[in-house]
């Protein structure tokens, strides 16, 4: 079983990455309740990857502008810039912002993944293919993932009281604007790059289930990052190594183990209160 | 007495929409006022004209020098999903002064202790936010506007959704923080009745206006009819002030009693 894994641990690493960078900006996303912020970032990437194949396949563009992560990151820093700057200024409400951006995004790319000619995987917008991560794109993961874990390492602390109490940071001279844009920005990088490979559905998992696992089972801010990583990392272990020998699709079978993982979390806090 | 803050014939809004115009008073240094007025006469936006978070669109606010607010937002602004302890809540009041960057250390966890002891909640410095009553989530937020060492604490509806007895202890401890330690409070709340007994200047906001004045010079029936545009009428019960607004007719007459 362990060979089986072993042969496909540059995939396995690449997961473990991608684990280990949403289920730390997922604590905010949860907290924050922006689910559907994520949800939405994630399908605007994949559109934006759609976009890239569709427009590769056609010869339209060339060079960078058909690369799916240079269209999907732009596509996807439009997105943070919309939602970050507040799109609430509209008279529509923000939970129905988020469903349109949503439902848009889903329709476009899956218009333009069905028109692409270049023969990729047409699951991209579900599954992702983690199976096909390289060495390569474990290490530009990492230049992601590394960066982005370090800012919100220092920042904790301006991060925390933006997302807690922002009229009150506000008041103490944090510039609310800039550091809730900021936060965006790191979430919309990391879920850009991590769409290439792992797929809405994956993604999605990766920023809520851990982190609702951490707050079901700490009660602690630091306690809810370590136990939303340790159950992030631990499902994609899990998950993956159970989808390669019995082969199985291996986010699904992440998703399973992070879904069994919170639910066990659920029922320890249930006992826990009586 | 010094003004900390001055309005000078200032009109405030948002974008084109004026909500109050031409206002000018001032807050002196040590003053105990009572911002006054329904839901939605502009209570709000003078607070954050005081704050510095929005910008008059004609005259001017001016503020002292070094001037430093402690500000306590309405206790449904503070999200209390959040697993944090009270005494690293407490601390927040302090993040400003640590530095970008930075995390808090022992001296900023001594002051935090201190001010959680200052509103006498220091027992509670351990405990989840969110295992709080209403009454000890209020003296948490106090707690973390005054560990900034503030020259002025600005409360925005402190009792709001709370029980009567909640109420009067966190009026009370409003009142002897300005008594005791000397500090000027600006209290914004839509109850007349609560805030007319502890402060000792009323801000009443009403129709687009503002009536500065000594709690004694507001709170007569003369000038609270003239302002609300209906009878009323002000009873004292054991030194309590309490405004009676008169009965209406279904007409919007004044209903004699037979």
Known sequence: MFDAVLLFRDALYGTLVIALACSVLGVYVVLRRIVFVGAALAQLSSAGIALGLWLAGMGIAQGLTTHPIALSLAVTIVGVLFFGLGSGRARVPPDATLGVTYAVATAVGILLISKATTGEAHDIFLQGNILSITRFDTNVLMAVAVPVLAVHAIFYKEFLFMSFDRETARTLGFRVGAWNLFLYLTLGLVIAFAMQFAGVMLVFNFLVLPAVTGLLVSRSMGGTFLWSIVSALSAAVIGFSLSVPFDLPSGPAIIAVSGILALVAFLIRLAQRR | ?258
């Open chain 2, 1 to 258: 007495m010094t003004a900390l803050v001055s309005f000078n014939h200032a009109t405030l809004g948002y974008g084109r929409r004026v909500v109050l115009s031409d206002l000018t008073f001032e807050i002196p240094e040590g003053d105990f006022l009572g911002i006054v007025g329904p839901n939605g006469a502009g209570k709000t936006t003078i607070l954050r004209a005081i704050l510095r978070t929005l910008k008059p669109l004609a005259g001017s606010v001016s503020h002292a020098p070094n001037l430093r607010y402690g500000y306590v937002p309405q206790r449904d602004q503070v999200d209390y999903n959040f697993p944090l302890k009270v005494v690293d809540v407490v601390m927040m009041g302090r993040y400003d002064r640590i530095g970008l960057g930075r995390r808090p250390g022992s001296k900023d966890r001594d002051l935090a202790c201190a001010a959680l002891e200052h509103v006498g909640i220091l027992d509670l410095a351990d405990q989840q936010l969110v295992a709080l009553s209403g009454g000890q989530k209020q003296r948490t937020l106090i707690a973390r506007a005054l560990v900034g060492q503030p020259n002025v604490l600005i409360l925005d509806e402190p009792t709001s959704g709370m029980d009567l007895v909640s109420m009067t202890q966190i009026l009370g401890l409003v009142r002897e923080l300005h008594e005791r330690d000397g500090l000027t409070v600006l209290m914004v709340s839509h109850a007349l009745n609560e805030v007319a007994n502890y402060v000792e200047r009323i801000a009443l906001v009403t129709s687009g206006e503002v009536r500065v004045g000594a709690v004694d010079e507001i709170m007569s029936p003369s000038v609270l009819s003239e302002i609300y545009g209906i009878p009323v009428d002000v009873e004292a019960v054991n030194g309590h002030r309490i405004v009676v607004a008169r009965r209406l007719g279904y007409h919007g007459d004044v209903a004699h009693d037979v």
